[in-house]
């Protein structure tokens, strides 16, 4: 059986598996949505959301939230939100989202699905209904995104060495520089799906984001940096209740596909093209599970685990393991590398205190699975990344119902020293699955990059749906390349910003914006050195430092 038809027949035995009518809605809020998730977040926070919705299995379902209408967070609209709404048939007009974004220097930003890595002005423009008859729902939400892709300085190697080393790199993980010449147009099938629902469960095709883990701006399998990809799946739509807690969870089977794009502009002599190995285009098939467990004795809490990979087609094999991620099978050492399988594993845990309006969380993932679990317990650190995180909310005026938050998040995807004596591939780069843990030139798990590491933190002034706040960060580029290909210490490519942002409802519109701006030192590595001879003028040298601006706008209408 061939790996398309395997997509195809599990899926069908998911929807036969739970066709069964019941008359639940099973509308999401689309990742990505100005405003609209984190508000329902940090109502949890304050103890006026379900705390058993642990926020690590996303998107969000209008079943969770108890609502007819997920958008409608602030309760703007009519109790009638459909242009249909009975028992039987619901049809609604989804809102439309409008966002722009302009971009000088260098490419910056991760987390907004089918936009690009790009310098210019782009956009991107959605809308949709979603109709529900008995058990069955439809949801169609195409994305159209056009951006001017303008040509900037990418990476510049001067020496033959550096870029055989940069390639070494590039060549297995699909992640091009520029996406093209000239302008870039698409339309994607963005966040839809049909599906079957019965009770808290749904199965279906979709081509929607999705999200594994607690964390907010970075997750380290599944996030919505890249376009959604084809996928059937099976997922709950609310917590699951049980004698031991309630349960939530998801399980896909798709496909990946390429970009199509080299890694850098080729045809410039100084770019040693004769490094270049291009890539399969055929495209690449994805399983992955998650789980998400709230023990019922300790509210507020839960803990959870992720697991996919990626094989290329012509490298897969017959075993129900080759084409399911089942839990934990198939993720131990031996066994995944006699696959040529790209494969990762995380564990996450997530505490909400809502009488101290606060969150912490964690993920912790491999992409090396050890060999035991001695291995385990001796190198714990051995191929590991993680994301950690935390926010707090404070009154600032009760009678306002007005707030101030604070939080913080950090992320490590760079390789540990125990690689230097082990060996083993920088995460979502992967030498036999040659476009890594990417879709259409983007990466499916943390938007950072592979090896790269980024430390944040926010302080904001809430009302409602309002948000006016400030964000400093420090994001370290590709450190895996840099401590590769050069022994000097004052290389290393890290960028400083600083954003303003600001959220805003009037009616049934939601604006949002933002303004960033970047200091990146020693961009893509470089620095002009001065001859020096004595070890005192080390530090004496030009820095090769780069300023980058982004302007986004954005503005959501509820019909």
Do not use: C
């Given at each position: 059986m061939t790996t398309k038809n395997t997509i195809y027949a599990t899926a069908l035995l998911l929807l036969l598996a739970v066709a069964k009518p019941h008359p639940l809605s099973s509308q999401t809020l689309p990742l990505g949505m100005p405003a609209l998730e984190d508000k329902y977040r940090r109502d949890q926070l304050l103890g006026l959301l379900d705390s058993s919705i642990s926020f690590s299995v996303r998107p969000?379902?209008?079943?969770?939230?108890?609502?007819?209408?997920?958008?409608?967070?602030?309760?703007?609209?009519?109790?009638?939100?459909?242009?249909?709404?009975?028992?039987?048939?619901?049809?609604?007009?989804?809102?439309?989202?409008?966002?722009?974004?302009?971009?000088?220097?260098?490419?910056?930003?991760?987390?907004?699905?089918?936009?690009?890595?790009?310098?210019?002005?782009?956009?991107?423009?959605?809308?949709?209904?979603?109709?529900?008859?008995?058990?069955?729902?439809?949801?169609?939400?195409?994305?159209?995104?056009?951006?001017?892709?303008?040509?900037?300085?990418?990476?510049?190697?001067?020496?033959?060495?550096?870029?055989?080393?940069?390639?070494?790199?590039?060549?297995?993980?699909?992640?091009?520089?520029?996406?093209?010449?000239?302008?870039?147009?698409?339309?994607?099938?963005?966040?839809s799906s049909i599906r079957i629902n019965y009770r808290s469960l749904s199965a279906g095709i979709s081509t929607e984001n999705i999200w594994w883990g607690p964390g907010i701006r970075n997750s380290l399998l599944m996030s919505n940096t890249a376009p959604g990809f084809l996928h059937a799946t099976i997922n709950t739509t609310s917590p699951i209740r049980s004698n031991i807690g309630s349960f939530e969870g998801q399980?896909?089977?798709?496909?990946?596909?390429?970009?199509?794009?080299?890694?850098?502009?080729?045809?410039?002599?100084?770019?040693?093209?004769?490094?270049?190995?291009?890539?399969?285009?055929?495209?690449?098939?994805?399983?992955?599970?998650?789980?998400?467990?709230?023990?019922?004795?300790?509210?507020?809490?839960?803990?959870?685990?992720?697991?996919?990979?990626?094989?290329?087609?012509?490298?897969?094999?017959?075993?129900?393991?080759?084409?399911?991620?089942?839990?934990?099978?198939?993720?131990?050492?031996?066994?995944?590398?006699s696959r040529n399988r790209d494969a990762y594993l995380s564990y996450f845990g997530r505490w909400v205190m809502p009488k101290g309006n606060a969150e912490i969380y964690m993920e912790y993932g491999r992409n090396e699975p050890a060999w035991d679990l001695r291995d385990l317990a001796v190198q714990l650190e051995n191929s590991r990344a993680y994301t950690v995180g935390f926010r707090k909310l404070f009154p600032f005026n009760r009678l306002r119902n007005e707030h101030m938050q604070i939080g913080i998040e950090a992320t490590q995807t760079e390789k540990t020293r125990t690689l230097e004596v082990r060996g083993g591939n920088t995460w979502y780069i992967h030498p036999q699955v040659r476009h890594g843990y990417t879709h259409r030139g983007q990466l499916l798990g943390a938007g950072i990059g592979p090896g790269s590491n980024v430390q944040a933190i926010y302080v904001s002034w809430l009302k409602g749906v309002k948000q006016i706040g400030l964000q400093v960060e420090r994001l370290v580029h590709l450190n895996d390349f840099y401590y590769a290909a050069s022994s000097d210490i004052r290389r290393n490519w890290v960028d400083l910003g600083i954003s303003a942002l600001t959220e805003w409802d009037y009616r049934k519109f939601i604006f949002s914006g933002r303004i960033h701006y970047a200091r990146s030192h020693n961009y893509q590595y470089e620095l002009i050195d001065h001859p020096r001879e004595v070890r005192e003028d080390f530090w004496n040298f030009t820095p090769v430092d780069k300023n980058q601006f982004q302007l986004t706008v954005g503005m959501m209408y509820r019909f």
């Open positions: 969000l379902y209008a079943d969770a939230l108890q609502k007819s209408d997920p958008h409608d967070v602030d309760s703007v609209r009519s109790s009638e939100t459909g242009i249909i709404n009975n028992e039987e048939w619901t049809v609604q007009i989804l809102p439309l989202l409008w966002q722009h974004q302009v971009t000088s220097g260098f490419p910056y930003g991760w987390n907004d699905g089918s936009l690009i890595p790009n310098v210019g002005y782009q956009t991107q423009l959605s809308a949709g209904l979603y109709a529900r008859y008995k058990f069955l729902s439809i949801q169609l939400r195409p994305e159209f995104v056009y951006a001017q892709n303008n040509y900037y300085l990418g990476f510049d190697g001067k020496t033959e060495p550096s870029w055989r080393l940069w390639y070494e790199f590039y060549n297995n993980i699909d992640m091009p520089e520029h996406f093209g010449d000239g302008a870039y147009t698409r339309l994607f099938p963005g966040q399980f896909i089977i798709g496909k990946l596909d390429p970009s199509g794009f080299a890694p850098t502009k080729q045809g410039i002599p100084s770019h040693y093209d004769q490094y270049y190995i291009p890539k399969p285009a055929a495209s690449r098939y994805i399983s992955g599970l998650t789980v998400s467990w709230q023990p019922k004795w300790l509210p507020g809490l839960s803990l959870g685990f992720a697991q996919s990979f990626v094989v290329n087609r012509s490298d897969q094999g017959q075993g129900i393991a080759d084409y399911l991620s089942l839990p934990f099978i198939g993720y131990s050492g031996t066994s995944e590398q």
